[in-house]
């Protein structure tokens, strides 16, 4: 069994397999524009960027109902605890349903229908963080947010995704403030393609909790020094970096020189039917590539727990510390 391990970096919706999309195309009577999942699975071996969200945002066009969105995240936490996940934060993308149609309460319920029962049947305890798509306005998320208000019992705090050059955090400070202020946990996206100041105004200006990816604080030390010393965690990606071209290869990734700077560093899946691999598929990758020894890979299945948001109250803080005992606890022979 792999290492148990927290993820808190994973987009619920690049978590779609190609049987599993055309299912339920099948299902919604929608139209793929490939002859079979062989000819899919070809797609997902895109080269870039642009061809990744093409491909990304055509394909949401199958799921439609509250049972689609339940098989797909059930069809996730399948995978995941057979990659030794044991406590999932999830991410989805509100504005990319809403705009095709699809309600947010359809999303919202879909999901939770799933998660409700992840601990009991995949033993795998989730949460569920709303990601605003940060290429839309902020009016657009500011009204996602208030679209979200009836769900809010489901969802435990919001992210920023999607193309982020050109859409600095700072862009999303009132709706932020807003979140913060209906007890929701903030995360963003930031240092993935856009620059080291992005990470900082994440921080400062939305009061970040987490940075999603802030792979490119190397290129700043004295950030650097300060995520250090703040132990801001980063739920950094490796497979999705060398598929998008943010590195060229898994041996060029930074991660070891990252947690020889004491950054807290987790590893983490994003979009793992898109990106070659789920969480444990990550952390194998890295241990190879990067000749990860075993306390460094405790150390990052330790970090990834210590991450999570499982504070609200004694109860989670029991499973914080039962997770963290099995890390401890783990033997990798
Ligand atoms: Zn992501």
């Known amino acids: 069994m792999p290492i148990p391990k927290a993820e808190l970096h994973l987009h619920i919706e690049g978590t779609l397999e190609p049987e599993l999309a055309f299912a339920l195309a099948a299902r919604n009577g929608v139209d793929l524009p490939y002859a079979d999942t062989e000819e899919l699975r070809k797609a997902y071996d895109f080269d870039d960027l642009q061809s990744f969200l093409d491909l990304y945002y055509g394909l949401m066009a199958v799921l439609r109902t509250e049972a689609d969105f339940e098989e797909l995240a059930d069809a996730y936490l399948a995978r995941a605890a057979g990659q030794g996940v044991r406590h999932a934060e999830i991410f989805f993308d509100p504005q990319a349903h809403i705009a095709r149609g699809v309600p947010i309460g359809t999303v919202v319920e879909g999901l ?91 921080l400062d200006v939305l009061r970040v909790e987490r940075v999603d990816h802030g792979l490119r604080c190397v290129e700043d030390p004295a950030l650097v020094e300060r995520l250090a010393a703040e132990r801001v965690p980063l739920t950094l990606c490796p497979l999705s970096n060398v598929r998008l071209r943010t590195i060229d290869v898994l041996a060029d990734h930074p991660l070891p020189r990252m947690l020889d700077a004491g950054l807290m560093c987790t590893v983490n899946s994003d979009d793992p039917a898109y990106f070659g691999g789920y969480a444990g598929d990550n952390f194998d990758a890295v241990r190879e590539a990067l000749g990860l020894d075993e306390e460094r890979l405790r150390t990052l299945a330790r970090n990834s727990f210590e991450a999570a948001f499982l504070d609200r109250d004694a109860g989670e803080e029991a499973l914080r510390a039962r997770y963290l005992a099995e890390v401890e606890a783990y033997s990798f022979d």
């Open 112 to 202: 939770s229908r799933a998660l409700d029962r992840s601990e009991e049947r995949h033993g795998v305890s989730t949460r569920l963080i709303m990601c605003f798509l940060r290429d839309e306005s902020a009016e657009s998320a500011m009204e996602t947010l208030r679209a979200a208000r009836p769900h809010l019992d489901r969802i435990i705090g919001v992210g920023l995704d999607s193309a982020e050059v050109g859409h600095p955090p700072a862009k999303f400070k009132e709706v932020y403030e807003a979140a913060a202020a209906l007890g929701l946990r903030l995360v963003a996206h930031a240092g993935e393609e856009g620059p080291p100041s992005y990470i900082t105004e994440a």
